[in-house]
């Protein structure tokens, strides 16, 4: 184990740490708006519009996120004149642009299929509830189908932010010096890939950590009924102050 | 087997003797033998390569009467201490690790590294006005070459291979003028070149000059001149044992000569299709 090398290496990982949450951050907020139109046709009675959403997820989800941006990379490379044509050129020929472009259409068919699951869960009652007070369309979708969609729907999305997360590390294949970008190029010059990784999966973890507590505050402030008077872990693991079931007591206050 | 092993250890005390005695006029050089075209065998098995024919003619040049034998790669520095023969020709570049260990004659090859463009590019047309820049001590001629280039490929992008010498010099002279793009491997640089993503690369002439004859590399073209020592490296020398540095001195002097009366462009342009001599 080189310290030296180590001591090195770590100011550099830490300075690329602003290029991996730019390419986190503007893909999954991106990538968001258009899982929540692709959820939206996936549910729609138009067989076409149907067809076309569940066609785009198959696809993206189907397919190594490395090919898609290789793909987009080096694929629209090959067809530079077809691109200059029709204006695209400008933006395709910047590696940023292409990253963010993949790792958004990435994320869009993922999330769209929590979403939709979670559309799918908001339970029958309140959308009728609802319709009874003279709710519909969009009103009804902004009002009660997306905030109740969205707190069933936060947990797997959790999951979502952090495989992004990770994901962004292949940004680096496409001459992006993003965390793991510049840690293989010292590794190329050093050829000590076991401290050079260790602090970029530092990194990481860290990155990942922070992403756990900002979606687990998300969950308690948009449900706080399923965390208030919750007893402590301990106190489940005994019993004290929940039913037979283990349940705690405001769980089973909702289910009566 | 002691029989054998007396005569072992006279043949090497006569060998290291006639070493010792500085007269260098039968001289045993060791090359690899597998290094297209620096050395290797031809279909009948004789060594054949720029290297072999260098070493012939390095030889004459010495008065001295040379024998060539084949060594494999990883044994090549242990067997020259071990004094099975007296000198390494074998594409051996000077490193300073190398240094430690055994000494060298001057540089002969210093095939350094060129910029590419594409052909359809404006800077295709770029001309620093000579073909050769030595880092090593740079001189009017060259200083101006130098900013020339810094002046016409100021504000470009130019991509490299990382951590290769390439990038070092990059980094070095051009690193506050242009954009720099790293990759991980040649062929993905040669593709953003084609794509128009960067509008020069820059890599070892030793690879440009066979991919720009083949069709991969049709629509590229070399500009500027050939760079080499500084940051690329002291180019490859003849590898000798430390106890025998005046044999490298006489090394040094043949190469010298057979650099300034264009020998070695001869061979060079023969075996490697340009000229990557070192400057004389």
Redesign the interface.
């Known amino acids: 184990m080189d310290w030296e090398l180590i001591g090195e290496s770590w100011p550099v990982l830490v300075a690329a740490i602003p290029e991996t949450l730019v390419l986190a951050i503007s893909s999954l907020a991106i990538g968001f708006v258009l899982a929540i139109g692709i959820a939206v046709l996936r549910l729609s009675d138009n067989r076409l519009a149907w067809a076309a959403a569940y066609g785009y997820v198959y696809v993206f989800r189907s397919t190594p996120l490395l090919v898609q941006i290789f793909l987009i990379y080096?694929g629209?490379?090959?067809f530079?004149p077809f691109f200059e044509d029709i204006g695209l050129w400008y933006f395709l020929?910047d590696?940023w642009f292409c990253a963010i472009t993949a790792l958004t259409l990435n994320t869009a068919a993922y999330a769209s299929e929590i979403i939709r699951g979670g559309i799918q869960s908001v339970p029958w009652g309140q959308l009728e509830a609802a319709r009874a007070c003279g709710m519909s369309g969009l009103l009804l979708f902004r009002r009660i189908i997306f905030p109740i969609a969205i707190r069933q729907a936060l947990p797997g999305y959790g999951n979502e932010i952090i495989l992004m997360v990770k994901a962004t590390s292949l940004a680096s294949?496409i001459?992006i010096?993003e965390v793991t970008g510049e840690a293989?190029?010292i590794i190329?010059?050093t050829w000590s890939p076991v401290e050079v990784f260790i602090i970029a999966g530092a990194i990481y973890l860290a990155i990942n950590f922070a992403v756990t507590r900002i979606v687990q505050w998300a969950e308690v402030r948009l449900s706080p009924q399923l965390y208030r008077d919750r007893p402590s872990w301990f106190a489940r693991l005994t019993g004290a102050g929940a039913d037979t079931a283990g349940r705690s007591p405001a769980i089973s206050d909702q289910l009566h | 087997m002691k029989k054998l092993l007396t005569i072992v250890a006279v043949a090497m005390a006569l060998a290291t003797g006639q070493a010792m005695a500085g007269q260098y006029d039968s001289i045993t050089i060791a090359t690899e033998g597998a290094y297209k075209p620096w050395n290797f065998k031809d279909a009948a098995g004789n060594l054949v390569g720029f290297e072999i024919d260098f070493a012939k003619d390095l030889c004459r040049r010495m008065g001295a009467k040379c024998k060539i034998v084949e060594q494999a790669w990883d044994g090549i520095i242990p067997s020259l201490q071990a004094g099975k023969y007296d000198a390494i020709i074998a594409g051996m570049s000077i490193t300073a690790k190398r240094q430690k260990v055994i000494t060298f004659s001057r540089n002969y090859l210093s095939g350094g590294g060129g910029l590419v463009v594409m052909k359809s590019s404006p800077l295709a047309g770029f001309d620093a006005g000579i073909k050769f820049i030595n880092l090593k001590d740079v001189d009017a001629g060259e200083k101006a070459a130098l900013d020339k280039i810094v002046g016409t490929f100021g504000g470009k992008t130019i991509g490299v291979q990382t951590a290769t010498t390439h990038e070092n010099f990059l980094r070095e002279y051009l690193g506050k003028n242009v954009t720099i793009r790293s990759y991980d491997t040649q062929e993905n640089l040669d593709l953003d070149l084609q794509a128009g993503r960067v509008d020069a690369a820059l890599a070892s002439m030793d690879y440009w000059v066979p991919l720009l004859k083949s069709e991969k590399g049709a629509k590229f073209k070399h500009v500027g001149p050939q760079m080499s020592g500084g940051p690329f490296g002291a180019g490859t020398g003849v590898g000798i044992r430390k106890a025998d540095q005046a044999l490298a001195d006489i090394f040094s002097k043949a190469i010298t000569a057979a650099l300034k009366d264009g020998t070695c462009e001869k061979m060079a342009v023969k075996w490697f299709g340009y000229n990557n001599c070192s400057a004389p």
């Open positions: 080096y629209s490379g090959q530079r020929r590696p294949t001459t010096l293989k190029k190329a010059a």
